[in-house]
Structure formats: structure tokens, C-alpha cells
């Protein structure tokens, strides 16, 4: 993100906010399993699976993290395909072409 404006970073703050959300409310969904069920089932740490649900962190995480989450919280192809969506938009703007 070199030459980003005001409203880009804004806009990305925001993406990522909304990423976050739709990840912490499918993990409200599925019942909320531990981090720990989580992280093993996904093969990250605790750490790692606290950061993706809360968005916190200067890069979007990987796809294939959030795919597995999405997995391990039964979600169907519909809310994949969205997620992934923004989570292409996000990626955009971080790493614009």
C-alpha cells in the first residue's frame, strides 16, 4: 500500500472491520468453539486464531486460514464465496496490481 490515500486506508480499515465481524459471527453460530478446537483444527496457534476472529493485525490473514475456519464452523459454499469476495477486496487494496 505505497502511495494510499486517506480514503483507502479508511476503506481497508473498514473491510478488514467487517471481516473480522463476519468471521466472530459465524464463530457465534457454530456455537462458539474453543480457540483451542479451533487452532487444531486449523493448524495455527491459539494466537492466530484470536487475531483472525478480532481482526487485528496489519495484513489480512491467509485465505486458506479463514477457508478452514469457515470449514471447522460448517459454513455453507454461499457464505465462503462471500467472505472470499471481500476478503479479494481487501487483499486488493493492500496489494493493488
Given at each position: 500500500m505505497g502511495d494510499?490515500?486517506?480514503v483507502?486506508?479508511?476503506?481497508l480499515r473498514a473491510l478488514r472491520t467487517r471481516l473480522a465481524e463476519q468471521?466472530?459471527?459465524?464463530?457465534?453460530?457454530?456455537?462458539e468453539p474453543s480457540y483451542s478446537v479451533i487452532a487444531g483444527q486449523v493448524g495455527v496457534s491459539k494466537?492466530?486464531?484470536f487475531r483472525l476472529l478480532n481482526g487485528i493485525g496489519e495484513r489480512s490473514p491467509k485465505?486458506?486460514?479463514i477457508d478452514d475456519m469457515l470449514e471447522v464452523f460448517?459454513?455453507?459454499?454461499?457464505d465462503v464465496e462471500?467472505?472470499?469476495a471481500l476478503?479479494?477486496?481487501i487483499r486488493q487494496l493492500e496489494k493493488p496490481q
Open positions: 494510499e490515500t486517506g483507502e486506508v479508511e476503506r468471521l466472530m459471527e459465524a464463530h457465534r453460530e457454530a456455537g494466537a492466530t486464531v485465505w486458506h486460514h460448517g459454513r455453507s459454499d454461499r462471500r467472505l472470499r476478503w479479494i477486496e
